[in-house]
């Protein structure tokens, strides 16, 4: 899913986050995870038989 705000701030903050409830929640110290941030943007999220941009297009010819 794309969430149109990947960037390196936010996989800064995202990474803290997921390693802090890893380790708190699951016991995993943060040392042996690895996580990558990657948006596939709408071009390439497929739904309803189409793609997420044609979907956003097509409601942005409705408004």
Avoid: C, H, Y
């Amino acid at each position: 899913m794309s969430l149109f705000n990947t960037n390196a701030e936010n996989s800064i903050i995202w990474s803290k986050a997921f390693s802090d409830f890893f380790e708190e929640k699951l016991g995993v110290p943060p040392d042996r995870a690895v996580m990558a941030f990657l948006d596939a943007g709408p071009d390439f999220i497929g739904m309803k038989g189409t793609t997420a941009s044609v979907i956003r297009a097509n409601a942005a010819k409705q408004t």
